[in-house]
């Protein structure tokens, strides 16, 4: 059984640029969620997809975009990057309707924005 | 808004000694909660998790408590261990709502002394 798995792990992008963050499930998942954590605080989700659809979003503006493939992997874009944006990004995957505690995180994305 | 406060951002204890971190929250449509821990380069792992129905749980040297009426809960390690050594986050959600979309305090760093 394989578990979450980010990539990059690590990535310095530019203010106003574009950056595309991905994340494979653990096998049998069918539910992604993103979260960003910033420094010193703790994770604060961004939104959840299932069946290749946006599923709930956070407080977070429309520059923050996701995809989920049929395979359930998932991609977060943020676009016209921001230096708030600096953070760990996180993925999470999970089987719909599955208790709370089924819930499991990536090593996450560090993005630091120049 | 933080919906979910973890005033201690560090705590330091004893090998073999109690550690008890501490969570506060404000929305009272919370009644499902979870405590995670972290080490650096990792993604966050579910520890224990407590429903609004119960006042404790129980998981080997990890227990929950919540009280309800202070909203309030709080995790005590006993006897805690060097390996305890993370950062704990405590996390909230409503039951009703989907797996994934968790409400997290700031996070409370534990560093147990051999």
């Known amino acids: 059984e394989t578990g979450v798995t980010q990539s990059p792990t690590h990535l310095i992008k530019t203010r106003g640029q574009q950056v595309t963050l991905r994340c494979s499930s653990q096998?049998?998942?069918?539910?992604v969620s993103w979260y960003q954590q910033a420094l010193g605080q703790g994770p604060q989700f961004i939104f959840q997809y299932y069946r290749e659809e946006e599923n709930g979003r956070g407080n977070f503006p429309p520059r923050f975009s996701g995809l989920q493939f049929p395979n359930y992997s998932s991609e977060l874009n943020v676009n016209a990057l921001e230096l708030d944006d600096s953070a760990l990004y996180l993925c999470?995957?999970?089987?719909?309707?599955?208790?709370?505690?089924?819930?499991?995180f990536g090593s996450g994305t560090q993005l630091s924005v120049l | 808004d933080q919906q979910v406060k973890q005033n201690s951002p560090s705590l330091s204890v004893q090998e073999g000694r109690i550690s008890i971190l501490n969570c506060d929250y404000t929305?009272?449509?919370?009644?499902?909660f979870l405590w995670y821990k972290k080490y650096p380069a990792e993604g966050p792992t579910f520890l224990i998790s407590i429903s609004s129905i119960k006042d404790k749980n129980e998981d080997g040297r990890f227990t929950v408590f919540l009280n309800k009426s202070a909203k309030h809960l709080s995790l005590h390690i006993v006897p805690s261990q060097p390996g305890d050594s993370a950062v704990y986050f405590c996390a909230a959600s409503g039951y009703s709502s989907n797996t994934g979309k968790l409400i997290f305090g700031q996070g409370t760093t534990l560093q147990v002394k051999p």
């Open positions: 929305n009272s449509m919370f009644d499902y």
């Open positions: 096998s049998g998942h069918n539910t």
């Open positions: 999470a995957s999970s089987l719909q309707g599955s208790a709370n505690e089924k819930l499991f």
